[in-house]
């Protein structure tokens, strides 16, 4: 689980994040959805450890992350860049070096990434070189290595940016599997219909703060439309914002 509270960050002039609060359930798929300038980049950022909230604090699982980092990043898997892949290794040996990171022992790093590579299915391309890979094949070399210490919280930074019809559905698929698997997914993005097909819970930023947070459907009752899109843009128009 992963809980924000009141955070405020302060970039230059511009208040990145003013109060910002929500929480994300494990088992769950908790999008973060607002136009471009919204903040979402910088809550990840700072939910993850990157950047340092001015005020307010995060919380991994009942772990304050300003003050115990390490042990918040341990429950906290970071979806990369596929195209940052190491090309030269194996998806095995790239997999293998980040659970050594995470603290995993030698012997425990392999026996999790024999683990991983079984639950995405990718005994196919375990031990071929990440260089030639298709774009589907190093997403799953990129989501093996941010679960592969088996994080009870997965964070994507608008993870389907870039990418054709065929790579998007891959990605899709991986992510209700960690859903499944009880995994808190917190993801952000702008596209409407990505939030609308994958998220349990919809968290609506402006300038930094949350002005509605709900299911798609409860959502779409607050705004009085029937879909998210319309939902968005009715809430995003208004004022005061709606409060959650």
């Keep these: 689980m992963i809980k924000v509270t009141d955070l405020t960050k302060k970039i230059g002039d511009v208040n990145a994040l003013n109060g910002l609060s929500f929480s994300a359930q494990n088992g769950q798929i908790t999008g973060l959805l607002g136009p471009n300038g919204a903040g979402k980049t910088t809550c990840l950022r700072t939910v993850f450890g990157l950047l340092s909230a001015d005020s307010g604090h995060t919380e ?3 772990i304050d992350v300003a003050k115990n980092p390490m042990a918040a990043k341990q429950n906290l898997g970071l979806f990369p860049d596929p195209c940052g892949l190491y090309e030269r290794l194996t998806p095995r040996e790239y997999i ?3 659970a050594q990171l995470s603290g995993l022992s030698s012997t425990k790093a392999k026996a999790a990434t024999q683990d991983v590579i079984a639950k995405l299915s990718m005994e196919d391309i375990a031990d071929r070189r990440c260089q030639g890979f298709s774009q589907g094949q190093r997403m799953k070399t990129a989501l093996a290595q941010a679960v592969v210490h088996n994080p009870s919280n997965v964070i994507l ?7 054709d019809v065929m790579s998007t ?10 859903k499944a698997q009880g995994h808190c997914v917190l993801f952000s993005s702008h596209v409407m219909q990505e939030v609308a097909a994958l998220c349990d819970h919809v968290v609506i930023m402006v300038k930094g703060k949350v002005i509605a947070e709900g299911s798609v459907e409860q959502l779409c009752e607050k705004a009085g439309k029937t879909t998210l899109e319309e939902a968005f843009i009715a809430l995003i128009g ?7």
């Design 60 to 62: 991994i699982d009942g």
């Design 96 to 98: 293998t070096f980040f």
């Design 157 to 163: 930074d608008e993870p389907t940016r870039g990418l």
């Design 169 to 178: 559905r891959i990605l899709r698929e991986l992510l209700k599997l960690l």
């Design 238 to 244: 208004s004022d005061e914002g709606i409060a959650a």
